[in-house]
T-cell receptor, first 116, second 115 residues
Framework: AQTVTQSQPEMSVQEAETVTLSCTYD???????LFWYKQPPSRQMILVIR??????QNATENRFSVNFQKAAKSFSLKISDSQLGDAAMYFC?????????????FGKGTKLTVNP | EAGVAQSPRYKIIEKRQSVAFWCNPI?????LYWYQQILGQGPKLLIQ????????DSQLPKDRFSAERLKGVDSTLKIQPAKLEDSAVYLC?????????????FGSGTRLTVV
């Protein structure tokens, strides 16, 4: 079974600075997807960025970028120029197709605080 | 595009009572998911529907939880009878088709408190 580990329960960053959130995963599949979701107090999970495992190029979405190391099974999220609105829970998620189910397997999350 | 709608937003019940949650996915989305998110943890899949058929319900506690998706659109998740450990946020999500390539669109969830 796939597992996702986020080793940082909480992180903090100064406004306008850069922060990196860590994520490792375990799988025996060769084709899969990785995601970072943001969950503000409103509870809605918002997709931040996604990475296809077959792509070597790291995904980038504006101020958000990932460092995908397939051999090491590592998938970290870098937030540049942090803004107050970035404060939220961040969840790393693995998406595979084992058994025909396209479920997402989530880590326990990292609470990000942005200090003004 | 309207998002995934869920109701109610909050629900407080006593243990052994029953409760139902409702989800309306994005129009045209074939795949619908129910996730359970216990406080301090990431969401965990309870059940996945493809149209009105069940794809995966391996982690659904079938002695007390049930779900249906009539006509392949709206879905309801029911708990009967509820236990204290069922206190959680129940998230509904939908995707256009099978496959994870785009990720899901989630609703805002229902926060259930069992006392």
């Amino acid at each position: 079974a796939q597992t996702v580990t986020q080793s940082q329960p909480e992180m903090s960053v100064q406004e306008a600075e850069t922060v990196t959130l860590s994520c490792t995963y375990d799988t025996s599949e060769s084709d899969y997807y990785l995601f970072w979701y943001k969950q503000p107090p409103s509870r809605q999970m918002i997709l931040v960025i996604r990475q296809e495992a077959y792509k070597q190029q790291n995904a980038t979405e504006n101020r958000f970028s990932v460092n995908f190391q397939k051999a090491a099974k590592s998938f970290s999220l870098k937030i540049s120029d942090s803004q107050l609105g970035d404060a939220a829970m961040y969840f790393c998620a693995y998406g595979g197709t084992q058994g025909g189910s396209e479920k997402l397997v989530f880590g326990k999350g990292t609470k990000l605080t942005v200090n003004p | 595009e309207a998002g995934v709608a869920q109701s109610p937003r909050y629900k407080i019940i006593e243990k052994r009572q029953s409760v139902a949650f409702w989800c309306n996915p994005i129009s045209g989305h074939a795949t619908l998911y129910w996730y359970q998110q216990i406080l301090g943890q990431g969401p965990k899949l309870l059940i996945q529907f493809q149209n009105n058929g069940v794809v995966d319900d391996s982690q659904l506690p079938k002695d007390r939880f049930s779900a249906e998706r009539l006509k392949g659109v709206d879905s309801t998740l029911k708990i009967q009878p509820a236990k204290l450990e069922d206190s959680a946020v129940y998230l509904c999500a939908s995707s256009p088709r099978a496959g994870n390539v785009h990720g899901y669109t989630f609703g805002s969830g229902t926060r259930l408190t069992v006392v």
